[in-house]
Each structure stands twice: as structure tokens, then as C-alpha cells.
């Protein structure tokens, strides 16, 4: 391979920019699912923001008792920012595996095995225009809950970058062994509801993880996702720092460089078996 | 280890693929695992430019070995080697040098358009950007497609959708082509323009691999021709070298009836033979002429027809005799054809030989 030498990376470059250009044209030809991606992710998160206002009374009592919680008074800004950053946490970490789901529903999925492009790359390329389109959501949701209900947008945006990208790749590395599972079992949906269930509780989506009962809050503590969110969401809330994420950045480095090998490594193994069983067409 | 001959055609030793498959047993849900040899230690040493006939009924192992070799399962025994690679040890090679064109039409994405299609799979093998300029068009004009290019996929026919797989397989101009059954579910039209596309792709020195279970395509098309029964190589031989083997060389349909009673034809052949009525059946009659030539005769009625099939070597050498003989006895003839042996019948033969050699 060593001959091809900078071509190689070229071609590679073009395989990954082929796989999301694709994706984007097949996105496009469903034209009315783009109002699917701004506006029902944000009606999804107002319930929560409005059974909040519920609870915390009128007046400002109910979110001095909610600051004892969450060392915020802004619960609006909690919940938003927690409902719409699960939303998108929980799409990079599916979405490998829901390209592949595609492709076997299209029945593209054996043409696509069978090009020379390097199985990663099949499975990366893939998802990065499904990114685009999760970041697009997820901003989008931002702007709108900051419209109607007035998020505070005073935000290290250095930090915020950096943390997202941390997340961005553990997620992604994670979302591998995903990818593996949904070639070898093709339909693993039920294990995305059962994970989306458990870590919408051990994460702390709409609420503070102090509310939790001490052995959930160890739980907690060991979920990745719950230090995606909680990182995400204290630059965004709280205003912290550098200094203050010390620890949250340790923990999301040494994700964003485990989980990828790990993933992939997993990947492997179950592409192997796979082939090894002899189905990876249907579905 | 490494005994297998490279070739820059395809080669395969042994190669043999089990599949483990869930059966549930009569009595009771009790599923149990029973092991199913879809193809059964294939040995096959195609030459590069030439275009081989893999033939054999569903279920042969006609796919699986296409899927073994193009990489898309793992052997379970046994080694292939395609345009000089191993299909185990260097699948992203063999994956570079082959071209495939597996059944079914759900394999272009139908929301884009095939000029899309193209683009989206010339990225993904490779093909230099600016060779791809030149390249799309060139085999869109190849298939004839050229004029329909942008439309979307879905929009397609079943023959349209067929001949952009081929343009797709042949992107990259892979050395090695995989047909699998390009012509199913085609009308008899598409099913021909696709047939002279492959000859001529052969002919530009491509080795390709067909599968098929229409004994005449193989016939128009394969310069050699695999058959396999039950994951086995039964025979590999040119089509006519096949046929030759085969006993039943000729197939004689003769379709006869006796005339309505007082036809004054049946007057006439009455006064040359005034013994007796023909029988009501013409078999005996027809088995009494061919006694000691090796041919089998069968027949059929239906409704006042009889139609009577005479198998065996040169049995239509001894029409006119059989039809003399008909006229002599009052039969009138409605139909007479003289029938290729078809697969089946080839099958038939070439396993009772195999069969019968495993006895003696
Ligand atoms: N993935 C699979 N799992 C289990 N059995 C399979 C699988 N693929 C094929 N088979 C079985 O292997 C045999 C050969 O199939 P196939 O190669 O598709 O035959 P052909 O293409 O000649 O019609 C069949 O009995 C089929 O049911
Ligand atoms: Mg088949």
C-alpha cells in the first residue's frame, strides 16, 4: 500500500466526503424531513421545561429550592440544555450503527462491503453527514429555547468546543461496538431503547444527579455519558473554566482516546464473525 | 500451506462454506442447529479472459461461492484466489480487482440518480477524480443509459436497474467480473441486449464468472461451464462437450390424434391396412419401431391428442419412420418437435452417472 503514498490519503478523503455527500442527497430527496429536524426536537423538550415551571411555584421560591439541587437557579437552562445535549450525545452514539441500519434497509449494504474502502471508513463517512445534521439540530434547539425563554449565552467557547469535541469523539468511538452489534444482530433497536431509558436517568437529563439515590449515583458516576453531560452543561450554565473541569477533562481525554480503540477493536470482531457466519446481507 | 496456484483468473481449492442454519424439528419448538454444506470442496481453475458458466438450480451454492469469493463471507474450508489474490489473506486487493453484480434490484440507492450512483461508487474504488470525469460516461454509454442517467434509480425498470449494476461493476475496470443470474427477472428483450453486453465484455479480455440456471445462456454465452448439484461440481466441460455427455442427445415430441369416425381420410388408410383399427393408443406402435435403438418412449393423452416423447441417441433420426408408420395407421399428425435436452435433463444424467460410479 506504501506506494500509493499520498494518494492514498487523498482517495480516502474522497471515500468520506462521497459517503456523507450521498447521505445528505438521500436526506434531501425526503425534503420534509428537515422541518422533522428543527421543530420536533424542540416541542419535545417543552413539556419537561413547563412541568418545571410547574413545580417550582410561583415566584422565585421554587428555583431557590431547585439552586440547593442543581447550584443553579436557572432551571429553564438546565433542563433545555440537558433534554436538547442528550438528544444529540445520544445520536453520535447510535449513529454509526443507524447508517448501517440504512444501508441493509436500502440493500446497499453488501455493495458497499464490497468496495476496497477500509471498513472504519465505511462506517465513519457514513454517519459524519448524520453529525452535521445532529449539530445543525442541536444548535438549532439552542436558538429556540434561547428565543422563547431567554438562555443564558455567556459562555467559554474555547472550552465549550473542546469539551464538545472530547464528547463528539467518545461517543463516536462507542458508537462503534454499536455498529458491530447492529451488522452482526442486524436489528438491535431494543437495546437503543433500553440505553436511551437507562441513561436518561443515570446522566441526569432533567434533573441534577444529587436527587438520585446514592447506588444510582454511583451508577452515574461510571456512565459516560452522564460526564459528557455534566461537562457540557456546567460551561454552558455555570460559566465554569479550565480550572474547574480539570477532572471532567481528564476523564473525557483518556474516553476520547479509549473508547475509539476499544470500539473499533470490537468492531473488528464482530465484522469477523459476521463474515464468519456468513450474513451480512438481509435483514 | 500455500499450495494453491495463483492465477490471474480465478482458482479455487476445496472451498467449501457450511452453514450453520436453525431448524425447527416436527414435534414440539425445540430448534435445533444442523449444519448445511452449501458448497461442498469446489475446485475450479478459470483462465484469465474467459467467460465461465457457473450452472446449477436455487439452492446449488451458486451465490454462496460468488459471496466467498468476492469476500463478501468467509470459507469455511479451502482457499480461492481471484485475479492473483487470496480471497482470506487479501481481500481489499481481490475487492479492488473484481466487479459484482448480485441478484436483486435493491442494491442502488433509489433516491439518487444513476449518474449519482456512479459518482457515489467511483469514489469509493478509487477511481482517479479526474479518470472519473470520462470514466461515467463512458460506461453509462456502455450499458446504454446514457439519456436516462439523471433520472433517480426508483424511477428505473427492473432491465435499467439491472445494466447500472453492470456499469457499476465495471467503474473501476476490475480484471475479473461476478454475474450472479444478471438476466433474472428479465423481459426476453433486456435479457438479450445484456446477454450480447457480456459476450462483448468478454471479449475486451475481462474474465467474468455467470451464474445462471438457463442452460441456454450458458450455451450462448460460456466458452466452459461448471455444473454443481447440492454444492458439488458435478461436470465442467464446453456447453456442446456437456451436451455430447449427455445420453439423451435428442428429445422427439410427437403430438398425433384418430380422426373422427368416417373421415374420409380415415377410409383411405383403412383400405391400405383393412385388418384391423390402430390401437387407441400410439405408444406400442411407436415402442415396436424403435425396439433395440436405446430410445424411451413415453406418452400422454389429453383430451382426443396423444402426445408421445421419444428420448434417446439420434432419436430424431427415425421421425420420418415413426411418422410413416403414424399415417399408415390412421393417425393424423398435429405437431411434431425434436427438443435440446434441457438442464434437467443433463442433471438427471450426470448424477445417475455420479451416482452410479459411487456404487460400482
Ligand atoms: N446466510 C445463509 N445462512 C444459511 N443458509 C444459507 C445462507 N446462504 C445460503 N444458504 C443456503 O445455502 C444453499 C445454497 O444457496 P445459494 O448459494 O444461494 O444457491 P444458488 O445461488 O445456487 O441458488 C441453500 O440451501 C441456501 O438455503
Ligand atoms: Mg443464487
Known amino acids: 500500500m506504501g506506494k500509493h503514498g499520498g494518494l492514498f490519503l487523498a482517495a480516502h478523503l474522497r471515500m468520506a466526503l462521497a459517503l456523507a455527500r450521498k447521505k445528505l442527497l438521500q436526506e434531501a430527496a425526503y425534503g420534509l424531513q428537515f422541518a422533522h429536524w428543527f421543530v420536533t426536537p424542540f416541542l419535545g423538550i417543552l413539556p419537561y421545561i413547563y412541568q418545571a415551571r410547574f413545580f417550582s411555584g410561583p415566584g422565585t421560591q421554587g428555583a431557590e429550592a431547585f439552586s440547593r439541587w442543581a447550584g443553579t437557579t436557572e432551571y429553564i437552562a438546565f433542563i433545555a440544555i440537558g433534554a436538547c445535549l442528550w438528544d444529540w450525545v445520544t445520536n453520535l452514539l447510535w449513529e454509526v450503527g443507524f447508517s448501517f441500519r440504512d444501508e441493509q434497509e436500502e440493500g446497499s449494504f453488501e455493495q458497499l462491503w464490497l468496495t476496497p474502502a477500509p471498513r472504519w471508513l465505511l462506517a465513519l463517512g457514513n454517519a459524519a453527514a448524520n453529525s452535521l445534521i445532529n449539530l445543525t439540530m442541536a444548535l438549532s434547539v439552542l436558538l429556540l429555547v434561547h428565543l422563547f425563554f431567554g438562555l443564558p449565552l455567556s459562555v467559554n467557547w474555547p472550552l465549550l468546543v473542546t469539551v464538545a469535541a472530547l464528547s463528539w469523539i467518545s461517543m463516536y468511538g462507542l458508537g462503534f461496538v454499536y455498529a458491530g452489534l447492529v451488522m452482526f444482530l442486524r436489528d438491535a433497536t431494543h437495546l437503543v431503547d433500553l440505553v436511551n431509558r437507562a441513561v436518561m436517568i443515570l446522566a441526569g437529563v432533567t434533573f441534577p444527579l444529587s436527587v438520585l439515590p446514592v447506588w444510582l449515583r454511583g451508577m452515574a458516576r461510571v456512565t459516560p455519558l452522564s460526564w459528557v453531560l455534566t461537562s457540557l452543561r456546567s460551561v454552558m450554565i455555570s460559566g465554569s473554566t479550565w480550572g474547574d473541569l480539570k477532572l471532567e477533562l481528564t476523564v473525557l481525554s483518556v474516553m476520547a482516546v479509549g473508547f475509539p480503540l476499544f470500539g473499533y477493536f470490537v468492531f473488528r470482531i464482530f465484522e469477523t464473525l459476521t463474515r464468519k457466519r456468513g450474513a451480512l446481507s438481509g435483514y | ?360
Not at chain 2, 6 to 23: E, P
Request: with cysteine; net charge neutral; glycine share 8%.
Open chain 2, 1 to 360: 500451506m500455500s499450495n494453491l496456484q495463483t492465477s490471474q483468473g480465478i482458482v479455487t481449492k476445496d472451498l467449501t462454506r457450511v452453514f450453520r442454519v436453525r431448524s425447527t424439528s416436527g414435534e414440539g419448538a425445540k430448534a435445533s442447529r444442523k449444519e448445511l454444506v452449501a458448497v461442498d470442496r469446489l475446485n475450479l481453475d478459470i483462465e484469465p479472459g474467459e467467460l465461465f458458466g457457473l450452472l446449477g438450480r436455487n439452492g446449488a451454492g451458486k451465490t454462496t461461492t460468488i459471496r466467498m469469493l468476492s469476500t463478501l463471507i468467509e470459507p469455511t474450508s479451502g482457499r480461492a484466489s481471484v485475479a492473483g489474490f487470496d480471497v482470506a489473506r487479501q481481500p481489499t486487493a481481490v475487492r479492488a480487482s473484481i466487479g459484482c453484480v448480485l441478484p436483486g434490484e435493491r442494491n442502488h440507492y433509489w433516491k439518487l440518480t444513476a449518474r449519482e450512483n456512479l459518482r457515489f461508487f467511483a469514489a469509493m474504488y478509487g477511481v482517479d477524480p479526474r479518470r472519473e470525469k470520462t470514466r461515467i460516461p463512458e460506461v453509462l454509454e456502455i450499458v446504454s443509459l446514457s439519456d436516462r442517467a439523471d433520472e433517480r434509480v426508483e424511477n428505473y425498470s427492473t432491465g435499467m436497474r439491472q445494466r447500472l449494476a453492470l456499469a457499476r461493476a465495471l467503474l473501476h475496470n476490475p480484471p475479473v467480473l461476478f454475474l450472479d443470474e444478471p438476466t433474472g427477472g428479465l423481459d426476453v428483450h433486456s435479457a438479450r441486449s445484456l446477454r450480447s453486453l457480456v459476450k462483448e465484455l468478454a471479449s475486451l479480455g475481462h474474465t467474468v464468472l455467470l451464474t445462471t440456471h438457463n442452460l441456454q445462456e450458458a450455451q450462448d454465452l460460456c466458452s466452459r461451464v461448471a455444473i454443481i448439484h447440492k454444492g458439488k461440481l458435478v461436470a465442467v466441460d464446453s456447453p456442446d462437450g456437456l451436451r455430447k455427455r449427455s445420453g439423451a442427445a435428442d428429445i422427439v415430441e410427437i403430438r398425433c390424434r384418430l380422426p373422427a369416425a368416417g373421415a374420409p381420410h380415415e377410409k383411405a388408410a383403412a383400405a391400405v391396412s383393412d385388418d384391423t383399427r390402430p390401437e387407441r393408443s400410439p405408444v406400442p406402435l411407436i415402442r415396436g419401431l424403435l425396439v433395440g435403438c436405446g430410445i424411451s418412449v413415453e406418452g400422454a393423452a389429453n383430451g382426443g391428442d396423444w402426445t408421445v416423447t421419444s428420448k434417446g441417441p439420434r432419436a430424431a433420426s427415425y421421425i420420418p419412420r415413426l411418422t410413416a408408420a403414424l399415417f399408415e395407421h390412421g393417425w393424423e399428425m398435429v405437431e411434431c418437435a425434436v427438443k435440446q435436452p434441457n438442464l434437467e435433463d443433463i442433471f438427471v444424467e450426470i448424477t445417475a452417472d455420479e451416482e452410479a460410479t459411487a456404487d460400482g
